[in-house]
């Protein structure tokens, strides 16, 4: 079944600056690669979406990148604010297959005022 | 258009009782998803379910757990003679078919 990894499990940066997550996947059959975006006690929110005929989509400050080759997608956040500051999941799903997502592990997010 | 409703948002059980979890999908949807994510952890997958019938329940303990989506109705996951174990904050979450997966507030689940 589908493995998705993701580094790093905590991030802090200053406000104003960039942040990276990124993930990796073992199925090159999944096709569909959501970030949700959890904070405490509430539910996890999709913010962005990319799907694998496509190798960069971006939304305002959010960006996401896709490299089917060597199975790994990243989360990029410009001029981050401090409502940033959750938790963000990556995942990945096979359209056409078991159609479940696999989530990856986490990562906190800290923005630093 | 409401989004994805959970019941109860909280529930507290003793070792050995059952808990019975409701989710209404958005409407028109019919494909039902349940993950349970435990203190500080990821989603993992329990079942994926179409009215009347389960897709795939892989992801589901073998024993005590159970779900259903019937005709009418909500999705119901039911954990008999819970387990301290079991506690966690469980969520649903819908689709209409080869979409995006919008998530309930999830039913965070306690058991003493």
């Known amino acids: 079944g589908e493995n998705v990894e993701q580094h790093p499990s905590t991030l802090s940066v200053q406000e104003g600056d960039s942040a990276v997550i990124k993930c990796t996947y073992s199925?090159?059959?999944?096709?569909?690669f959501p970030w949700y975006k959890q904070e405490l006690g509430k539910r996890p929110q999709l913010i962005i979406d990319?799907?694998?005929?496509?190798g960069e989509k971006k939304d305002q400050r959010i960006a996401v990148t896709l490299n089917k080759t060597a199975k790994h997608f990243s989360l990029h956040i410009t001029e981050t604010q401090p409502e940033d500051s959750a938790v963000y999941f990556c995942?990945?799903?096979?359209?056409?297959?078991?159609?479940?997502?696999?989530f990856g592990t986490g990562t906190r997010l800290t923005i630093i005022p | 258009n409401a989004g994805v409703m959970q019941n109860p948002r909280h529930l507290v059980r003793r070792r050995g009782q059952e808990a019975r979890l409701r989710c209404s999908p958005m409407?028109?949807?019919?494909?039902v998803y349940w993950y349970r994510q435990l203190p500080e952890e990821g989603l993992k997958f329990m079942v994926y379910?179409?009215?009347?019938?389960?897709?795939?329940e892989s992801g589901m303990p073998k024993e005590r757990f159970s779900a259903e989506f019937p005709k009418e109705g909500p999705s119901i996951l039911r954990i008999q003679q819970v387990v301290r174990g079991d506690s966690a904050a469980y969520f649903c979450?819908?689709?209409?078919?080869?979409?995006?997966?919008?998530f309930g507030p999830g039913t965070r689940l306690t058991v003493l």
């Open positions: 379910l179409q009215k009347e019938n389960i897709i795939d």
């Open positions: 199925d090159s059959a999944s096709n569909y």
């Open positions: 409407k028109g949807h019919s494909h």
């Open positions: 995942a990945a799903i096979t359209w056409g297959g078991n159609e479940k997502l696999t």
């Open positions: 979450a819908s689709s209409p078919g080869g979409d995006e997966q919008f």
């Open positions: 990319i799907r694998s005929n496509v």
